[in-house]
């Protein structure tokens, strides 16, 4: 158990739906990564928030929005979904919000678009 | 963008002999690499890095080199054992962006 937690661990939904997922930092972390990861591809880095701040940003479509709470949850929202959103999100939590540091990931949550 | 490459998609090895993964990155900024391993279903798992002032890191059968000058790490496990079976995927940080390659998928045959 890395001390992760994402939920839900699956959803179910339409295209054109809206969904959002959830993420349980470990006790301590505050930085929070979201990733996703399409059938058998690698893990595509989307967003980082660092204590409520968004730190860096990847390959993330403007239908999707993320946001770190003070409690330093944070929520990944996707929205207007397409049938090739379908994919495994991934949340990573680490201490420190540079480098030199593991990040520890979550269940991920699989999400299809039907 | 691909900053982060692993071009083998599978290896196949066998048990006791060694495995060698192998990872290339073109952004010189980043300064700290990591490799994660992943079961099916699961989230990826930590399991050893290195930072860009050392050239070796080791930690038990797993040694990750890195070579800057060429902007390649690998990751060696020694003796494989079928219990490493699993999709490895290197990363590369900068100032918490977080890259990661496509992965390999290491089949270790009894």
């Known amino acids: 158990d890395s001390g992760v937690t994402q939920t839900p661990k699956h959803l179910i939904t339409a295209t054109g739906q809206r969904v959002t997922l959830r993420c349980s930092p470990r006790?301590?972390?505050?930085?929070v990564y979201w990733y996703q990861q399409s059938l058998d591809q690698g893990l595509q880095f989307l967003i980082q928030?660092?204590?409520?701040?968004?730190?860096a940003k990847g390959n993330i479509l403007e239908r999707f929005s993320a946001q770190q709470f003070p409690d330093l949850h944070s929520e990944l929202n996707l929205s207007s979904l397409e049938l090739g959103d379908s994919a495994l999100y991934f949340c990573?939590?680490?201490?420190?919000?540079?480098?030199?540091?593991?990040?520890?990931f979550g269940q991920g949550t699989r999400l299809t678009v039907v | 963008d691909q900053q982060v490459k692993q071009n083998s998609p599978s290896l196949s090895v066998q048990e006791g002999r060694i495995s060698i993964l192998n990872c290339d990155y073109t952004?010189?900024?980043?300064?700290?690499f990591l490799w994660y391993k992943k079961y099916p279903a699961e989230g990826p798992t930590f399991l050893i890095s290195?930072?860009?002032?050392?050239d070796k890191n080791e930690d038990g059968r797993f040694t990750v080199f890195l070579n800057k000058s060429a902007k390649h790490l690998s990751l060696h496990i020694v003796p494989s054992q079928p219990g490493d079976s699993a999709v490895y995927f290197c990363?590369?940080?900068?100032?918490?962006?977080?890259?990661f390659g496509a992965g390999t998928r290491l089949t270790v045959k009894p």
């Open positions: 990573a939590s680490s201490v420190a919000g540079g480098g030199n540091t593991e990040a520890f």
């Open positions: 006790s301590g972390d505050l930085s």
């Open positions: 928030y660092y204590n409520g701040e968004e730190r």
């Open positions: 952004n010189s900024m980043f300064d700290y």
């Open positions: 290195i930072s860009s002032i050392k």
């Open positions: 990363a590369a940080t900068t100032l918490g962006d977080m890259r």
